[in-house]
């Protein structure tokens, strides 16, 4: 992000879209801040709000913004340890150990200011201040995102390197996780070496693995995914596009196929618009159905989510010095102007918009069912982005959350073994029928921003309206003594699993339990990810994990 000045004017803010006139949230902490990133990294049941920072524009720290009961703190009280100009951020449980860590990027401004990307492990309570695995190259990037390419379980990273501003030429790598050990130089690059601002891997052509999606200046590449290799030189692209700095990737028509939408800067000279292209059974059309904010100049994020529960994804985007806008969704057909618009003129510049519900009034409970045959391993989900993820059985034994890895933004869950042929697979997970929205902002005076759902609460949106669902657990983390609250069906039994999936304690016949962290013979077990699951539907389980 370069430091010139531009002003917008404010934007009318429409009702179809139930978001506020102004933010509900603002962070006091003067960053330059760009990466942004939602999920409960403390682990006391309520989404957090991450942000990496620094830009081109100043050495800063990476940040957590921890959520107290539905309240986010206005200053971060997690720092990183480390210092840099840092790009944007992606958010993944690398080590499959149930906890979300955060993978961030070095973007610097020339070959003189140039970093390794990184990883942070999150110990329970959240990141570690030093980053547990760093990359031995070192280079400018914008952007990375995680991703099983080879379908083994756990999650790879990619990331788009390179600086359009300086020429500086940087093919897209891909670093490899051996259970959650990541190989210190990239596995794969990129034959195509022009710089990269924008990377994104999702399954397009439905064939059960993830293809590499990159975005350049004037140009967007699919490098297809084999499971085996993944080409190096893409066999699809599109050219004579302004300078992308934003993908993100959803269904919008509902059509089984994956969309995609880019963010495109005019910055540089190049066109600015935001474009939508619609997945043509398999392979994405090369002329957008939908382009939007042609008429501004600095476009530069985007982000799908359900915003209404009409059953269709709104596009949120925002820019350089302009509004952060959502267009709505109507059946599959996408407003091309705002439906809904704030703007801070010059106090306001859009790096990443990202959907979730910060104070859970709009929780939903999903036991979503597959089924198995034999080979898939990459099962997508029907709500993106999701945020929490309890487990997996098949045929009602837990699945060891060592065995699968998954990608709330996006909506998906990889395995290590393909379930069997007509294996009944049930997902445990919560998503927002009515999310909030929130955008990172680079003008380091005026702080972020959250804007929370104005839909009202209704009983149909509590976490469920079956006696079963009634779980509450304290502490989480605990150490000696945890507190369960339910309300048990007749017959019902509430029962403690281990990661590898082994019963370890049942309870019945009461509606309050204290565990002290033994198993059912009276001994003490290990430290680690429990989970607490009915034994009658709809199956819902509560993670919790022992200090």
């Not at 009318?12 to 003067?30: G, M």
Request: charge should be negative; proline fraction near 4%; hydrophobic fraction near 35%.
């Amino acid at each position: 992000m370069r430091n010139l000045i531009y002003l917008f004017l404010p934007g009318i803010a429409l009702a179809l879209i139930p978001l506020p006139n102004s933010a509900s949230w603002t962070s006091v902490d003067q960053d330059y801040s760009t990466g942004g990133g939602m999920w409960d990294i403390d682990t006391n049941g309520y989404i957090d709000y991450c942000t990496s920072n620094g830009n081109d524009m100043a050495w800063n720290r990476n940040a957590v913004y921890f959520n107290s009961n539905g309240i986010l703190e206005t200053n971060a009280s997690w720092r990183s340890a480390d210092i840099g100009q840092f790009g944007h951020l992606y958010l993944g449980d690398v080590n499959n150990d149930g906890l979300m860590d955060m993978a961030v990027v070095f973007l610097g401004y020339d070959t003189g200011r140039q970093g390794p990307t990184r990883i942070y492990h999150n110990n329970g309570g959240g990141f570690d201040s030093t980053p547990y695995w760093l990359s031995s190259d070192q280079y400018n990037s914008f952007d990375c995102a995680f991703g099983d390419i080879d379908l083994d379980g756990d999650l790879d990273l990619a990331v788009a390197s390179g600086d359009a501003y300086n020429s500086i030429r940087s093919p897209t790598k891909i670093y490899r996780n051996n259970e959650g050990t990541f190989e210190s130089t990239p596995y794969w690059s990129s034959q195509d070496s022009t710089p990269g601002d924008a990377c994104r891997l999702a399954d397009l052509d439905n064939d059960g693995d993830l293809d590499l999606i990159v975005g350049y200046r004037r140009k967007i590449a699919v490098f297809k995914n084999y499971v085996d290799s993944l080409e190096r030189n893409a066999s699809w692209s599109v050219t004579n596009l302004g300078w992308i700095l934003r993908l993100a990737v959803g269904d919008y028509d509902n059509d089984n196929w994956l969309d995609l939408a880019a963010a495109a800067n005019g910055q540089l000279g190049d066109p600015n618009s935001i474009m939508v292209f619609h997945n043509q059974n398999g392979t994405l059309e090369t002329t957008p159905t939908f382009t939007m904010l042609q008429n501004r100049h600095y476009s530069s994020c985007v982000a799908w989510a359900d915003v209404n529960n009409d059953g269709y994804l709104d596009l949120a985007a925002g820019g350089w010095w302009e509004p952060v806008v959502v267009f709505e969704n109507n059946s599959g057909v996408l407003d091309t102007i705002p439906t809904w618009s704030y703007s801070a003129g010059s106090n306001l510049v859009c790096e990443t918009v990202m959907w979730g519900c910060v104070d859970n009034d709009h929780l939903v409970v999903s036991n979503e069912q597959k089924t198995g045959d034999g080979t898939r391993k990459l099962f997508y989900l029907s709500h993106n982005p999701f945020q929490s993820f309890s487990g997996v059985t098949i045929d009602g034994n837990p699945v060891p959350a060592s065995d699968y890895c998954f990608d709330p933004l996006t909506g998906w869950v990889s395995f290590q073994n393909a379930p069997d042929q007509g294996a009944d697979i049930i997902f445990q997970y919560q998503y927002s029928n009515y999310p909030d929205l929130a955008v990172t902002n680079w003008v380091e005076p005026a702080g972020n921003h959250l804007f929370e759902n104005t839909t009202t609460v209704a009983i149909a949106d509590n976490l469920n309206q079956v006696e079963n669902e009634f779980l509450e657990v304290s502490p989480n983390p605990f150490s000696k003594i945890l507190e369960i609250k339910c309300k048990l069906k007749t017959g019902a039994k509430l029962a403690i699993f281990d990661a590898s999936g082994r019963c370890v304690k049942t309870f019945t016949n009461s509606s309050k339990f204290l565990w002290n962290g033994q198993d059912k013979q009276g001994n003490l077990l290990p430290k680690g990810i429990y989970f607490l699951r009915f034994n009658q539907a709809p199956y819902s389980a509560k993670k919790i994990i022992k200090l």
